[in-house]
Structure formats: structure tokens, C-alpha cells
């Protein structure tokens, strides 16, 4: 069969009739530009999901009609929200319209846990990270090509040339089914893989996690040789695991997405404005 096209998203969504959806999966095992154009739909599908988020909180929009109307009273619930909030968006807020706080309150909401419950199979990371140790020295298997990776990133998987202070990408591979993207970087002596995945981290299934937050990102972390560091931000679970000491880890942990710890209702308007000013500006 020609490749899925357009039909990509009915494949995902499962709409196509069951001779072509058998074409389909048949086609898909070879096809490696059709796999990562199926992996862009299943992205995007989970993105939509944030669009139809929850309203903002009515408290929200009440406070922000009262604000016009009599400016800030002193101990209100809504000063004190402003107090804490960073003066430059106590700002933007104060000039806004009700309308556009609730777009991005809206358009905020991305960093919120999205997807199904996952639980990444650090066992089988750790295995596999032996494996890689073992063949550090041997040829490259399986690397993808350079536009591969550039689809991945444009579909929001970051597989970044280099990370933290001396890490360089060596490798990348789709694996379990082309579900996982699977990068290795190394210096020549440490080794770090870094797995990511669709979907929101299910800590409650992890053994021997501990949760720390490095930087800014919440981390679940397994300390131990290979130590892995796990978290999600924008719908995908991303996985570290390495031989180098933990000082490597935060480098490399703040160069990926993070869901930043302690985010209000305040905080998210935040983020959604960031990113409707870095819309506008780009346009
Ligand atoms: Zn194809």
C-alpha cells in the first residue's frame, strides 16, 4: 500500500475500515516515515486534550470583574494572589481583559499532567543501559537519520545533539514497538540514555523512587548504578538513566521540558500568556 498520508490521524483514532486498518499495520512495519507520522498524531491527539480543558475557576474571573470595578482592595483573597505572583505578571493581569486571562488560563493548562497513566519500564532502561555500556566501543546499530529526528522534534519529542555540560548524542532508536524514543549520549567514558514516551508519569507503580525536585522540575529519582532520574511535562514521561554522579544530572534535567513544581491557577495564566506573547511576537 501507498503510504498512510493523510490517513494518518483515522489510523490513529482507529475511524479507518478493518481491510485498510490491516494495511495499514502491515505497511506501518516497514515504513519508518509512516511510523513517526502515526507517533505526530498520536502526539497531537494528546495535546488537543489540553485544549478542552476545564474553564478557569469562576473565583478567577469574579476577582478579575472586581478589579476593574473598585481596583485592589487591600486583604482581598485576589491582592494577596498578586503579592505572591511576580510583579510582571501582576501587571500583564491588571491590564488584561477578562477574556484574554481566560484564554490563557486556557492555553496555560499544557503543563499540567496529560495522557494516559504510564509507568516506564526502568528495569528493562537499566538492562538496555547495560547494553549500550557493553557496546560503546562497537558500531552504532541503529541510529536514525537526521530528518527522523527532526520529525520527532517538530512532533515535540526533544532529542536535543547534546546535553548537560558534556554529554553528546550518540545514538537514537525507536523501540517497544516504536511507542519509546530511545537516545543515548555519552562523553566517552559516562554513558546516559534518555527514554521518552506519551503520556503522564504513574508514580504510584514506582519501587525505590524517591521524589526530589532538581532546578525546577519535580523529579522521581532511583539512586544506584545506573541512576535513574523520571518526571513528565506536556504529556510525555521522560526517563534518565546514567553512570555519571548526580551533580550531571540537574545540567542535563534543565535543558528538557519540566512541570514546575507548586503551579496555582495564577501561575498557569502565567504560562499561558508567556506563550501567547511568544505566539504574537513570532507571528
Ligand atoms: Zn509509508
Sequence with gaps: MAHLGSEAAAYVDGQLPAPE??????????????????????????RMKHVNAPEPPHE???????LKDKGIEPESRWARLCRSAPARMTVALVSASAVVVAAAYMFGVSKEPAGDPVLPSVDDYALAFAGSEQSQTQAIMHTMSNTSLAE???????????????FDRVDAALVDNDQVVDLTFSDGRQLLKLFEQSGAL?????????????????????DGIP?????????????V????SRDELAP??????????????LDRVGNGLDRMTSWLSAA
Excluded: N, Y
Design 252 to 265: 542535563v534535567i534543565a535543558e528538557l521540558p519540566a512541570r514546575e513544581s507548586g503551579e496555582g491557577p
Design 152 to 166: 520527532l522534534e517538530a512532533a515535540g519529542w526533544p532529542c536535543p545533539a547534546s546535553l548537560g555540560t558534556r
Design 60 to 66: 478567577l474571573l469574579a476577582s478579575l470583574a472586581r
Design 241 to 244: 538513566v546514567t553512570d555519571a
Design 202 to 222: 504513574d508514580v504510584s507503580g514506582l519501587d525505590g523512587f524517591v521524589p526530589e525536585t532538581i532546578g525546577r522540575t519535580e523529579v522521581w529519582v532511583r
Design 21 to 46: 486498518m490491516i494495511a495499514a499495520r502491515h505497511h506501518l512495519r516497514e515504513c519508518q516515515s509512516c511510523r513517526l507520522a502515526v507517533m505526530q498524531q498520536e502526539t497531537l491527539k494528546i
Design 227 to 239: 541512576l535513574i532520574a523520571t518526571w513528565d511535562a506536556d504529556g510525555v514521561v521522560f526517563t
